[in-house]
């Protein structure tokens, strides 16, 4: 199957992103290359281009897609949390702009043996890097239940995570839990019909959370922005794009926090942090137009937030 997806904000962040032709850009989460096909085109034989995924997919996919391009293009197949040692590997010190467009890419949600998807029946797997060591399958079969309630009530906001929790581990003691669609019959059995009537599919937060621990997403955010910020030239900027208040959270939060100066108690007459801004939030977020969201239902929770180097 061909690596199909639909780029979310495509036009707003490569605006936001790009601020000379013959820069050095990279995009952390290459996924189908919608991004980086336009990065491209936007920079010139001066430029440099570099891509980073996870998934051998996206990685086989851009080859393909970006082989027209003018600039220098490198394509680097790891997770962008050691975004710094890529650089390093690279004998690059800081570049221009760098993205993280933080989605699923609607490649793994489409194919249905990746295992992401609860409207499609397929083995439990949900691993953005085939080759990592933690699955979906592993968590649902192996997690004792406080853990996996709270995996599931931290990361999918699920209000029935505790009962969710206690029908999955009862359900194990009678036979291991192999697919997405048994999973999905065990949350809708868990979720009291009442509840199931009204907002999105019942099963939709307990996969994001599954989905979230399997790959350690937030842990991986935390640490990548500060590294990402360090490794940008002075107005160099950082766009992110967020698909759910958790991960929305940690970016505005850490970019807050890197864009103030002194944050001493306000009681102390003088400064002795010595913490100075390392960037300026640029704007507001920037959220999907109604077109946008009619054209891609998969955009509407997206956010872009935007930071310069100072």
């Known amino acids: 199957m061909e690596f199909h997806h639909i780029s979310v904000l495509l036009e707003e962040s490569i605006a936001a992103l790009i601020n ?3 820069g050095i850009y990279i995009d952390g989460t290459l996924g189908g290359s919608g991004h980086a096909s336009h990065i491209i085109q936007k920079i010139n034989q001066a430029g440099h281009f570099i891509g980073i995924d996870q998934d051998p997919a996206a990685i086989a996919a851009g080859k393909i897609r970006l082989a027209e391009a003018l600039c220098q293009v490198d394509l680097v197949h790891d997770n ?4 710094g040692r890529i650089l390093d590997n ?18 793994q949600l489409d194919v249905a043996e990746r295992g992401f998807s609860y409207m499609q029946d397929a083995p439990l797997d949900m691993r953005m890097n085939p080759a990592a060591e933690l699955s979906a399958y592993a968590v649902v079969n192996n997690y004792e239940e406080s853990k996996l309630a709270k995996v599931i009530f931290d990361y999918g906001e699920e209000r029935w995570a505790k009962r969710i929790a206690k029908f999955i581990v009862e359900t194990r003691q009678t036979h291991t839990i192999e697919t997405t669609g048994e999973l999905v019959d065990i949350i809708k059995k868990a979720i009291p ?9 019942p099963a939709k937060r307990t996969f994001q959370a599954i989905r979230i621990e399997v790959n350690n997403e937030l842990g991986v955010l935390k640490d990548v922005l500060g590294v990402a910020v360090d490794r940008l030239k002075p107005g160099g900027r950082l766009c992110v794009i967020t698909f759910h208040s958790l991960e929305d959270r940690i970016v505005k939060q850490t970019l807050q926090h890197m864009a103030k100066a002194c944050i001493c108690p306000p009681q102390l007459p003088i400064c002795v942090c010595h913490k100075r801004a390392s960037i300026k939030v640029v704007g507001k977020p920037i959220v999907p137009s109604p077109a946008e969201i009619e054209n891609n239902p998969r955009s509407r929770s997206a956010k872009l937030r935007v930071a310069e180097k100072l």
Not at 80 to 83: E, G, K, R, V
Request: hydrophobic share 40%; net charge neutral.
């Open 80 to 83: 962008f949390m050691n975004l």
């Open 193 to 201: 019909a009442g509840a199931r009537r009204d907002g999105p599919h």
């Open 90 to 107: 690279l004998g690059i010190s800081a570049v221009n702009g760098i993205l993280l467009d933080l989605g699923v890419s609607s490649h």
């Open 20 to 22: 000379r032709p013959d």
